[in-house]
């Protein structure tokens, strides 16, 4: 694997909160209502979620741990499957699909970005479904695209036509 020399020049450090009045008087609010993880607030978050996405639902959780486990089993993971994530991230990443009973697969960041590294989980993802990404990765270079660079719905859309074809 041949690491790119490209590395930031600054220190990436974790964004201070901006708290001011307004936030510390909400705060403050809540804390006297009674309700801490439920009730009004909640659910004008929700409400304004719902309308800011176009979702038809919004559930504001704890935390983003809870999150990440409920859109897990949202998706149908669990047992047998496998989650492909960083290694750089908190425990609570791989904590959560292992809680699904999915087994985390860690795929290595690119030096450039710290994100996931596209063409290292093209290949975890080819070591266990190497016919299906053999196909989709011929179907997008019979269309032109260089497969790892596409968005993740048009990778999708060649997935299923790869699974299509090896029915």
Not at 6 to 12: A, D, E
Not at 18 to 45: C, Y
Not at 51 to 80: F, K, P, Y
Not at 119 to 128: C, D, K, N, T, W
Request: glycine share 6%.
């Amino acid at each position: 694997m041949q690491l790119s020399s490209s590395k930031r020049k600054t220190f990436l450090s974790f964004q201070p909160p901006a708290i001011g009045p307004e936030e510390i008087a909400a705060v403050t609010e809540t804390l006297e209502s009674g309700w801490l993880t439920s009730g009004p607030r909640a659910e004008e978050l929700e409400r304004r979620l719902a309308e800011l996405t176009g979702a038809r639902h919004a559930l504001a959780l704890a935390s983003g741990t809870a999150a990440m486990h409920l859109s897990l089993v949202g998706l149908g993971i669990g047992a047998g499957d496998e989650v492909i994530t960083t290694p750089i991230t908190w425990p609570a990443t791989a904590n959560v699909i292992v809680h699904t009973g999915a087994t985390p697969v860690f795929v290595d960041v690119r030096d450039a970005d710290l994100n996931v590294d596209p063409e290292l989980a093209l290949r975890a993802m080819a070591r266990r479904f190497a016919d299906r990404v053999e196909r989709a990765e011929q179907l997008a270079t019979e269309d032109g695209h260089a497969f790892a660079e596409l968005s993740l719905d048009e990778q999708d859309r060649y997935f299923d036509a790869a699974k299509e074809a090896l029915r």
